[in-house]
């Protein structure tokens, strides 16, 4: 692959959006490679200049970080190459080994309580440090967590691509768009002018949701024959059903705090991230 600094071997692991992620060899360290298309229209360069900002913020994000449940760089310094007649940027980040939450489902794992008190602890501490620098991931679904072999950062979250800064610079003029993923947009994200609004308790949505499926192998909103719209009203309006109904023999504490973090309007959810690593440590 061009650009690479020298490589005893690459091979593809990934690739989604505008990304390929490959697995590389770097001297003595085994890193995830990523090479980011810069989208760009030829007769409007500020869409260009739009998308490479985008990706700019995303390594700023995970530069500063230093939470150990979210992904941190690699050793490739960021830089701009061009293959063919494409722009990207090219960088790594740690290689996470492990399995995702996504693979695990897929093979129809229900995993014990104590599985999911770890996934939830994590992801919340990952996002109290996102939101103690006011930022939102807007993406967290069972795609982008990893379960490692590590007791001390035993679940991952990567990608932070759609990261939102709370009250910073928009970076998209299209601010009718509605960035993530269809299963795993939180209800607030469908209202008009949802950015004006927009915190945390989103990332806290979509914990809920995470956990709710890592626990259940059900995808709440997945219908496979429905329309987009009729997807996102859905989500918008109709309650999943109770997570204690699919996993009875979790405690029903646990069941009603995941049923809690998953409700439509953000001021019902439990809000306080301190005090739900606290409730979430007392599953462990």
Known sequence: MPCVPEAAALEEIGEGGFKVVYRARIEDTVEAV??????SDDQDEEVRDENARRIRRELAILRDCVSPFLVKLGNIEPRECRIGNRDYVLYSEEYVPGESLRSMIGRGLRPPLRDLGRLGFCLL?????????????????PDNVIQTNREDRPFVLLDLGIAYHVGGTPLTRDTGRIPGTLYYIAPEMLDAGFRQNLDYRA?????GLTLYEFGSCVQPFARREDAQYTTLYRIKTQNPTPFRELRSDLPVDFC???????????????????????????FL
């Not at 990523?34 to 989208?39: E, F, G, S």
């Not at 501490?125 to 679904?141: F, M, T």
């Not at 009603?256 to 007392?282: C, T, Y």
């Open 256 to 282: 009603r705090l995941v049923d809690q973090l998953m409700k439509k309007l953000p001021a019902l959810r439990p809000s306080n991230i301190a005090g739900l690593v606290r409730r979430m440590e007392g």
């Open 34 to 39: 990523k090479l980011a298309l810069i989208p």
């Open 203 to 207: 990332d806290l949505y979509t914990i």
């Open 125 to 141: 501490e990952a996002v109290r440090e996102l939101a103690g620098r006011n930022l939102i991931h807007r993406d967290i679904k």
